[in-house]
């Protein structure tokens, strides 16, 4: 019991006095490139999805 009560000791501590927590101006900025990045991620994938769609509509359609 005893390595417990000290890993959340030391855990405790490391969080409190070792880290570095991001300013609110540093946590809106990583938090609108992470939207950004995931809107055009998304664009990416949609478009990829179209493509695909459509060409796999053309393949089907010689078959018929």
């Known amino acids: 019991m005893s390595k417990v009560t000290?890993?959340?000791r030391d855990s405790y501590r490391e969080l409190?006095?070792?880290?570095?927590w991001p300013?609110?101006?540093?946590l809106q900025q990583s938090t609108m490139i992470?939207?950004?990045?995931?809107?055009i991620i998304t664009a990416i994938v949609w478009v990829m999805d179209t493509i695909?769609?459509?060409?796999?509509e053309f393949i089907y359609s010689l078959f018929k």
Not at 34 to 39: E, R, S
Not at 52 to 56: C, G, L, W
């Open 16 to 20: 409190m006095h070792k880290t570095t």
């Open 52 to 56: 695909s769609q459509t060409v796999m």
């Open 6 to 8: 000290t890993y959340i």
């Open 23 to 26: 300013t609110w101006n540093e």
């Open 34 to 39: 992470v939207l950004i990045a995931t809107i």
